[in-house]
């Protein structure tokens, strides 16, 4: 029922910035938090940073601190990363993700769009 749809990705060369945005459709969704993960090739789903729904709590994994900002707009179900000073380490397919517990393990959450490629160039 619930629908998470990413977008913003692209190439970008390294430096350069991307604003990724999720939206969510669901008239009772009502999430704890919501977050971004990657996932680069051959490895697992790694947390990028996360909001929480009511509050507007972020927390960041420290790869993307000091250049990625969370946001959300609660009235519209939408979730945005701001990425900054792009590295070609962060290359990855980024996925939204929604969870009404805590904490931010992947198992944890309850709901995930498809994901939107990020290729950063050297």
């Known amino acids: 029922q619930v629908q998470l749809v990413e977008s913003g990705g692209g190439l970008v060369q390294a430096g350069g910035s991307l604003r990724l945005s999720c939206a969510a459709s669901?008239?009772?969704?009502?999430?704890?938090?919501m977050g971004w993960f990657r996932q680069a090739p051959g490895q697992e789903h790694e947390f990028v940073g996360g909001?929480?729904?009511?509050?507007?709590?972020?927390s960041y994994a420290d790869s993307g601190k000091g250049r990625f900002t969370i946001s959300r707009d609660s009235a519209k179900n939408t979730l945005y990363l701001q990425m900054n000073s792009l590295k070609p380490e962060d290359t990855a397919v980024y996925y939204c993700?929604?969870?009404?517990?805590?904490?931010?393990?992947?198992?944890?959450?309850?709901?995930w769009g498809k994901g939107t490629l990020v290729t950063v160039s050297a």
């Open positions: 993700a929604a969870t009404y517990g805590i904490g931010w393990s992947p198992h944890g959450m309850a709901y």
């Open positions: 909001i929480s729904w009511g509050g507007g709590t972020t």
């Open positions: 669901g008239r009772t969704f009502r999430p704890n938090a």
